[in-house]
């Protein structure tokens, strides 16, 4: 089966700019993450959803990033403006259901670097 | 708040030697327990869980074991493989937080012909 896709791999901005990350879960998956792993450390939730409604945005820094899950497939995440601690690698994963024990897939992740 | 500990890295060992790495968690229910593995140029990926204490979670020769007395979820090997270079995530999620995983920073295996 395909895993979860994500685009692009690569992305040099500078500062203020604006970018933005697309993901397509594994087909069927109800449940989508987007995880920011910053060099050195694990990776930490921004947002979850649960079909196309949101769980948990709890670590979203909202003044500067959004997401949204159309028809509860495909999410973008944005950054708008970008800073320099932004730089990192940003995760979609996907699972089956939300829960406790539930698997989560994970994509190759898109290296965001800001300059 | 819910937290992981890995010990830190970078672990450097031969080939077919023994390994081990600490995990510790805090957390305030009861979480189910996660090694995830990412090779080079790869994504993360499952590498064996528990979802119970006293559960031992096993995969491609890697062992470990949910303990509840001790919060502890340490990942064993007994020979490792040139091929077992990756770094390491040990992780939790809770069942109050919608399945969420909480990772552990990461702990870098490097292993030598």
């Known amino acids: 089966e395909a895993g979860v896709a994500q685009s692009p791999r690569y992305k040099i901005i500078e500062k203020r700019q604006s970018v933005a990350f697309w993901c397509n879960p594994i087909?069927?998956?109800?449940?989508l993450y987007w995880y920011q792993q910053i060099l050195g450390q694990g990776p930490k939730l921004l947002i979850q959803?649960?079909?196309?409604?949101?769980?948990?945005d709890s670590q979203l820094p909202k003044d500067r990033f959004s997401a949204e899950r159309l028809k509860g497939v495909d999410s973008t995440l944005k950054i708008q403006p970008a800073k320099l601690e932004d730089s990192a690698v940003y995760l979609c994963?996907?699972?089956?259901?939300?829960?406790?024990?539930?698997?989560?897939?994970f994509g190759q992740g898109t290296r965001l670097t800001v300059v | 708040g819910n937290s992981v500990t890995q010990m830190e890295g970078p672990v450097t060992l031969s080939e077919e030697a023994f390994l081990t790495i600490n995990c510790t968690y805090t957390?305030?229910?009861?979480?189910?327990l996660f090694w995830y593995v990412q090779y080079p140029g790869e994504g993360l990926q499952l590498l064996l869980k528990?979802?119970?204490?006293?559960d031992k979670g096993s995969n491609k020769g890697f062992e470990a074991t949910y303990r509840k007395e001790t919060t502890s979820f340490h990942l064993e090997k007994g020979s490792v493989q040139v091929s077992d270079s990756a770094v390491y995530f040990c992780?939790?999620?809770?069942?109050?937080?919608?399945?969420?995983?909480?990772f552990g920073q990461g702990t870098e295996l490097s292993v030598k012909p």
């Open positions: 994963a996907s699972s089956l259901e939300g829960g406790l024990g539930a698997e989560a897939f």
């Open positions: 528990a979802t119970k204490a006293d």
């Open positions: 087909s069927g998956h109800a449940t």
């Open positions: 957390a305030t229910g009861y979480p189910s």
């Open positions: 992780a939790l999620s809770d069942h109050n937080q919608g399945g969420k995983l909480i």
């Open positions: 959803f649960q079909n196309n409604g949101v769980v948990d």
